[in-house]
């Protein structure tokens, strides 16, 4: 009787030992995914980022073109007034 326990203990370690190694490879698969997952995270992040700061100069170059652009229509209209207004003199 007391060589029964002991063999019901080791077959019963040996169940929980086969069933800890398959499960290892579940639980590394898992972590290996998570970890893809985290750095696609991180990169998505970074070109976001990076995306962001490329439309802000962007938009500085295209409001210093604009304001330019107003500014030269502003000192042509005041040229041709000043044009005009020698022709009339």
């Known amino acids: 009787m007391e060589y ?22 579940v639980a590394q698969e898992k972590a290996k995914m998570m970890k893809e997952r985290q750095m696609r995270k991180e990169k998505e992040e970074l070109r976001r980022e990076r995306r962001l700061r490329h439309q802000a100069v962007i938009d500085e170059k295209v409001n210093k073109i604009a304001k330019r652009s107003e500014e030269i229509q502003r000192e042509l209209k005041l040229l041709k007034e000043m044009k005009e207004s020698q022709k009339v003199s």
């Open 4 to 25: 029964g326990f002991v063999v019901l203990g080791i077959v019963a370690l040996l169940f929980l030992s086969m069933y800890g190694y398959s499960y290892i490879s």
